[in-house]
């Protein structure tokens, strides 16, 4: 009888601990998915950021078509991006040019054609109408340096071509207001990355999961975790699927041996599950060590991931303003020519390589994360007048500008640009600060890249003569 009960306790223990460690494990695989798949949609807007925000797009895509223009635009988002799908729809809703791939087709359709550009369409209206602005001669749009993307574009999950993809689509805008926009509707720029396999690689290659695919609606039967898909209408057509790296059933072998002890002897009984019980318990805290590290660290890097880091942001925010810290956004630049000359081997190692550079140059008073494929950040506890900062940063893209060795014996350069927010002066929310460093990152991207900018320092008014000047990588004035 002893026996019995002790064997069906021992069973209960075992069904509610694989069951808490499966809920964990699949809990943090879903707050990672959901980060890494908004880093992807943020991504493709900064990426159109480049045609969409210009006074020539303004003149040659808004007020006229200049088809050469139009041709040379979509393949730079192409052959720089890869963006799977790009088109080009004016304010009366016709569609004025689309690519395939590689290849731009100039054309004048409704997008009624094409049921569900519509819904995407008139959004970015309501989006464009809350952010025009009237200026000498038309109408502008509300500066985007410091806005979160989901203020002036539209993001999401859409079915183009008969291919499931998700999206971006921002409208034509000046950004020296050179020229300026007509009265009425935008001009839209979308661009898509299908769900294939190629996108599903590079959202795997931060998310590490097992068996991650895309499952359409019509075919979906697998049980386990998953991401949901739906248009803007709210119609599903398909889910993120993968089979989570729960550590639950690995309890079951422990546990049935002492089953099995149990109907040997009463007397070795109280022995065997007392050292099994132990046995148990290491296992459980291993698991929980382990889970716990993947949870919060970058597997190729070894650097925190981006939910650490939001973690730790958010405690550094809540010690403000008695504790001032920095945040500085940092992104590689032409990372992506790497993969392509070299492989993806090649690639891995630069960011192994630049990993470990970043925290040699900030030391113990910063936490180096690792929140992308090439896109780093760091929050620096550190002192943060500019004196201080400076050289901090000077290190930061002298690290990045380093030839980095590769195993045939050849060299890949890079380099690394920056943007540096402190809080509290530029922000006192998680939010805040992320955005302003972003902020700062681009406009050292559009100033020629491999240096770096305070946010602090961006003239964020275009038509202010009197703006602080911008700094170049090495902290001098730029220009």
């Known amino acids: 009888m002893l026996i019995a009960v002790t064997s069906v306790s021992l069973l209960f223990v075992g069904v509610v601990a694989s069951h808490a460690s499966r809920q964990q494990t699949v809990a943090n695989e879903e707050s990672l998915f959901h980060s890494t798949l908004a880093h992807h949609m943020r991504a493709i807007v900064r990426e159109q950021i480049t045609i969409a925000a210009s006074d020539d797009s303004v003149r040659k895509l808004v007020r006229t078509l ?3 223009y139009a041709r040379a ?21 016709k569609v004025l040019a689309e690519s395939f791939e590689d290849y731009t087709h100039i054309i004048e359709r409704p997008i009624a054609e094409t049921p569900e550009l519509e819904v995407i369409f008139e959004k970015q209206k309501e989006l464009f109408q809350s952010n ?14 410091g806005v979160d993307p989901s203020n002036y574009s539209v993001m999401g999950f859409v079915r183009i071509d008969g291919k499931p993809a998700i999206f971006g689509a921002m409208p034509i805008m000046p950004d020296a207001y050179k020229s300026t926009l007509p009265d009425g509707s935008p001009t839209m720029l979308l661009s898509a990355l299908y769900i294939d396999d190629l996108l599903l690689k590079q959202l795997n290659s931060q998310l590490e999961f097992m068996n991650f695919d895309f499952v359409e609606t019509e075919n979906l039967q697998i049980d386990g975790p998953r991401h949901m898909v739906s248009d803007l209408n709210g119609t599903p057509f398909g889910a993120f699927t993968w ?6 059933d690995s309890i079951w072998p422990t ?4 089953i099995v002890l149990l109907s040997v002897a009463l007397g070795a009984l109280a022995f065997g599950i007392a050292w099994r019980i132990g046995q148990l318990t290491s296992s459980l805290q291993s698991s929980e060590r382990q889970n716990r590290h993947l949870a919060l660290h970058d597997t190729l890097s070894g650097l925190a991931n981006r939910l650490q880091f939001n973690r730790v942001l958010e405690n550094a925010i809540k010690l403000l303003p008695d504790k001032p810290f920095t945040v500085i956004h940092c992104d590689l630049d032409k990372f992506k020519a790497v ?3 070299f492989g993806h081997a090649a690639g891995d190692a630069v960011i192994q390589a630049m990993a470990e550079r970043l925290t040699a140059a900030v030391g113990k008073p910063g936490l180096v994360c690792r929140v992308g494929g090439d896109e780093f950040m760091v929050i620096y506890r550190g002192p943060v007048a500019r004196d201080s900062l400076v050289p901090l940063c000077e290190a930061l893209v002298a690290a990045g500008s380093k ?19 402190i809080a509290p002066v530029d922000g006192s929310t998680s939010e805040e600060m992320i955005i302003q460093s972003d902020a700062a990152l681009y406009h050292s991207k559009k100033m020629g890249r491999n240096r770096f900018s305070f946010y602090s320092d961006i003239p964020h008014q275009a038509d202010d003569p009197e703006a602080a000047p911008l700094r170049s990588a090495s902290g001098r004035p730029a220009g």
């Open 339 to 341: 993969n392509d000359t």
């Open 403 to 421: 030839p980095v060795p590769l195993a045939d014996g050849t060299v890949a350069r890079v380099g690394l640009s920056a943007g540096v927010a």
């Open 132 to 145: 025009l602005v009237r200026v000498p001669s038309g109408f502008g749009h509300s500066s985007l340096q």
């Open 243 to 248: 089979t989570s790296q729960s550590v639950g």
């Open 73 to 93: 635009s979509f393949q730079t988002l192409w052959a720089t991006y890869r963006h799977s799908k790009v088109m080009l729809i004016s304010g009366s809703g």
């Open 66 to 68: 200049d088809q050469n």
């Open 255 to 258: 546990i049935i041996p002492v």
